[in-house]
């Protein structure tokens, strides 16, 4: 079994920071992919930043130039630097991650609990 742990969110006022951090841990084998997204009241769950084995980022385009992901190979960790938030940053967070377990070759989607970063105006 595998399990994501996140922490870091919160309530945090228009143009303030927060950083999300996801630990991944049980019998991984390998980790391909390592992201966050996020699911706001009413709207479908969207791709916020993820991030490959080898440090090649993606965003979304409300992210770029606000958000930072970054990964830790060795802890199996991903983390997301969130500035300058705005009140529609609100939603619930969730860490994903693509990965094998021990001793089975199929790649796995594997989500966290998710966490709650309340943006206020």
């Known amino acids: 079994q595998v399990q994501l742990v996140e922490s870091g969110g919160g309530l945090v006022q228009t143009g303030g920071s927060l950083r999300l951090s996801c630990a991944a841990s049980g019998s991984i084998f390998t980790i391909n992919v390592m992201g966050w997204y996020r699911q706001a009241p009413g709207k479908q769950r969207e791709l916020v930043a993820d991030?490959?084995?080898?440090?090649?980022?993606n965003y979304a385009d409300s992210a770029k130039g606000r958000f930072t992901i970054s990964r830790d190979n060795a802890g199996n960790t991903v983390n997301l630097q969130m500035n300058g938030l705005k009140p529609e940053d609100t939603a619930v967070y969730y860490c994903?991650?693509?990965?094998?377990?021990?001793?089975?070759?199929?790649?796995?989607?594997?989500w966290g609990q998710g966490t709650l970063v309340t943006v206020s105006s």
């Open positions: 991030i490959s084995s080898g440090g090649s980022t």
């Open positions: 994903s991650t693509l990965l094998q377990v021990t001793g089975d070759r199929r790649y796995l989607r594997v």
